[in-house]
Nanobody, 123 residues
Framework: QVQLVESGGGSVQPGGSLRLSCIAS????????IGWFRQAPGKEREGTLC????????YYAESVKDRFTVSRDNAKNTAYLQMSSLKPEDTGVYYC????????????????RGQGTQVTVSS
């Protein structure tokens, strides 16, 4: 059974940091691109924030560039999203998604999605 499970969300003050994890099961993450997107309360899903390709390539949206870092540990079948310098506008439910390639995930085309983890940035 294919499954993505996110964890690591929580509440943090502006300027703080969090690291999200996404554990994959039922398939080998190493052959896929994995990305993260978020959805703020009452708003539509935001475009893909960042992606880690199976070839080591990465993609970052301008809104998170230089603040967020996506990584993966293929041996653990796990991806990570390190978030720093968090802002109130980073608040939302964060989802990890898996797709065939970086460009596909960038377009919002993915095959699997996790259940999400809540991140709240507030003073």
């Amino acid at each position: 059974q294919v499954q993505l499970v996110e964890s690591g969300g929580g509440s943090v003050q502006p300027g703080g940091s969090l690291r999200l994890s996404c554990i994959a099961s039922g398939f080998a993450l190493r052959y896929n691109a994995i990305g993260w997107f978020r959805q703020a309360p009452g708003k539509e899903r935001e475009g893909t924030l960042c992606i880690s390709g199976s070839d080591g390539s990465t993609y970052y949206a301008e809104s998170v560039k230089d603040r967020f870092t996506v990584s993966r540990d293929n041996a653990k079948n796990t991806a990570y999203l390190q978030m720093s310098s968090l802002k109130p506008e980073d608040t939302g439910v964060y989802y990890c998604v898996v797709g065939a390639a970086v460009l596909a995930v960038e377009r919002g085309e993915y095959e699997y999605r996790g259940q999400g983890t809540q991140v709240t940035v507030s003073s």
